[in-house]
């Protein structure tokens, strides 16, 4: 089993920003894909962001290229999702997820483990 504990959501305005972190426990972190996954209000949990279990290689969905980062620090577990310039479209829960597949990116259904995931809301 692996737990995933998200933190870091919150309320920010349009052109902020915000850094998501996802904690690990349970078997070893770095055996794992890591992704971040965001669902809003009546829409589908879509996959945004995803990181291979080096860190050497990552993978982002085309609407936040440019504007958001993940990495990983394996020494502590962690799993990072910064966003900047955000916009309202971004607001969602924000879910960390983890794969031992590792394929990317990553689909909703080869997800091993989930977190509980954080709230990021974007106002105008």
């Known amino acids: 089993q692996v737990q995933l504990v998200e933190s870091g959501g919150g309320l920010v305005q349009a052109g902020g920003s915000l850094r998501l972190s996802c904690a690990a426990s349970?078997?070893?972190?770095?055996?794992?894909?890591m992704g971040w996954f965001r669902q809003a209000p009546g829409k589908e949990r879509e996959f945004v962001a995803g990181?291979?279990?080096?860190?050497?290689?990552?993978y982002y969905t085309d609407s936040v290229k440019g504007r958001f980062t993940i990495s990983r620090d394996n020494a502590k577990n962690t799993a990072y999702l910064q966003m900047n310039s955000l916009k309202p479209e971004d607001t969602a829960v924000y879910y960390c997820?983890?794969?031992?597949?590792?394929?990317?990116?990553?689909?909703?259904?080869?997800?091993?483990?989930w977190g509980q995931g954080t709230q990021v809301t974007v106002s105008t």
């Open positions: 997820a983890a794969d031992a597949w590792g394929a990317q990116p990553m689909s909703v259904t080869a997800v091993d483990y």
């Open positions: 349970g078997r070893t972190f770095s055996n794992y894909a």
């Open positions: 990181i291979n279990w080096s860190g050497r290689s990552t």
